[in-house]
């Protein structure tokens, strides 16, 4: 049974950091690609970022680039979400999610991609 659990979220003012943690049972991560996703009131959920099994390739959605970073430490079966310079628009639940089995270097960009989901976390960001 694999579960992951999402934390760091929380109000933020625009301009403001926050790093997200999504801690995995087993060694998830270590197996898995990861994504995050996130679901704003009224929209549907949409992709975040991503980050392989092997070799650390990461992709990101346009309107977070350059400002939110995918990492992962599978010593400590954790991925995390560096989010900086945030925006009124950020604000949302965000998700963790797992892709396992997975080929080494894969990316899931589509949230059909993913077998596996956390609670999710909430972040707002007030103006």
């Known amino acids: 049974q694999v579960q992951l659990v999402e934390s760091g979220g929380g109000l933020v003012q625009a301009g403001g950091s926050l790093r997200l943690s999504c801690a995995a049972s087993?060694?998830?991560?270590?197996?898995?690609?990861m994504g995050w996703f996130r679901q704003a009131p009224g929209k549907e959920r949409e992709f975040v970022a991503a980050i392989s099994r092997i070799g650390g390739r990461t992709n990101y959605a346009d309107s977070v680039k350059g400002r939110f970073t995918i990492s992962r430490d599978n010593a400590k079966n954790t991925v995390y979400l560096q989010m900086n310079s945030l925006k009124p628009e950020d604000t949302a639940v965000y998700y963790c999610?797992?892709?396992?089995?997975?080929?080494?270097?894969?990316?899931?960009?589509?949230?059909?991609?993913?077998?596996?989901w956390g609670q999710g976390t909430q972040v707002t960001v007030s103006s």
């Open positions: 999610a797992a892709r396992l089995p997975t080929t080494p270097y894969e990316l899931g960009l589509e949230s059909n991609q993913y077998h596996y």
């Open positions: 087993g060694r998830t991560v270590s197996s898995s690609a």
